[in-house]
């Protein structure tokens, strides 16, 4: 019977693992408040290691091996615009962005967007160890902002070692509508890519560097993380059904390399930002006045 227990207590404990490395589903965030703007400003941007549903924690961006005091820094950060390559690493500032239950190291960073078109936001960060899986994770992080609605970069390839490159245009969305895609690792397509889609569940205050409250609950954890395939060709559609932000990364699409003896997956991440119909109300009211004088 004591064996028994024994047993019983450690595969307790093996699914306790298992639903916790289920949960384990990080993200790089770039965030920034606006990705459709009238005229240049001044973007302000958080880029910090979270899970986006359930804010479980926020993690170190580059955190090292067996609890190393070492965050490396990330290795590229840049802009493209017109196809044109612009180095933002010197805008990276540290911070500490403080999540629900524990704080971790990221950065912000500010750059003047000045022209009209897309400006195409790149951040490769240094390699992060995920205790849980007990691997490195790379994840290669793309966000657009459109200056005065002209298209220019949006579906522009980079060939970068793990890229999602849209389809449709990731800015300008209506809540409702799909996103389109296609995965690629250095320049060629991964068919039947693993993708993951977590929606951003709090606001995120840019200026006090933290979270906000939960926007929305789900019922377990098969609606925190959503989870589907690629087709042959590395692309796919997903519908978006609520306003806010949606992370969508292709896991594991790299090509494989070690590092520091340890298994190196290098993953693409692109956010793409959904908004409300808007209802003009004083077309509605007119429209009510007309259909009751009839």
């Given amino acids: ?90 805008t990276l500032e540290p911070i500490l962005f403080q999540g629900k239950k524990r704080a971790g190291k990221g950065y912000r960073s500010k750059h003047k967007l000045k022209k009209m078109g897309d400006h195409l936001f790149v951040l490769k960060p240094a390699p992060y160890y995920s205790t849980l899986e007990g691997i490195y994770l790379k994840q290669i992080t793309k966000l657009l902002v459109n200056i005065a609605g002209k298209p220019t970069d949006w579906d522009r390839e980079l060939g970068l070692e793990a890229e999602i490159i849209p389809l449709s245009k990731p800015y300008g969305i209506w809540e409702g509508s799909s996103f389109s895609a296609m995965v690629k690792a250095e320049g060629i397509p991964v068919p039947f890519a693993q993708i993951e889609v977590e929606y951003l569940n709090s606001e995120i ?30 692309e796919f559609t997903f519908h978006l059904p609520k306003e806010g932000w949606w992370g969508f990364r292709a896991k594991h699409i790299g090509l494989k390399k070690d590092y520091k003896e340890k298994e190196l997956s290098i993953e693409g991440i692109i956010w793409v930002q959904v908004k409300k119909v808007e209802i003009n109300k004083t077309e509605r009211a007119k429209s009510s006045e007309d259909n009751n004088s009839q």
């Fill in 205 to 234: 205050d840019i200026e006090n560097l933290k979270v906000g409250a939960f926007k929305t609950m789900a019922k377990n954890q098969n609606f925190k993380t959503i989870e589907f395939k690629a087709n042959e060709r590395g």
């Fill in 1 to 90: 019977m004591r064996n028994f227990k024994k047993l019983t207590s450690k595969i307790a404990l093996s699914m306790l693992a298992l639903a916790i490395a289920a949960s384990a589903n990080h993200f790089q965030l770039m965030y920034t408040p606006e990705t459709t703007l009238q005229s240049g400003r001044t973007v302000k941007m958080i880029h910090a290691m979270i899970h986006p549903y359930t804010d479980r924690k926020i993690m170190d961006m580059g955190k090292q091996h067996k609890g190393d005091k070492d965050f490396l820094e990330p290795e590229e950060f840049f802009v493209v615009h017109k196809g044109i390559k612009t180095d933002l690493m010197e």
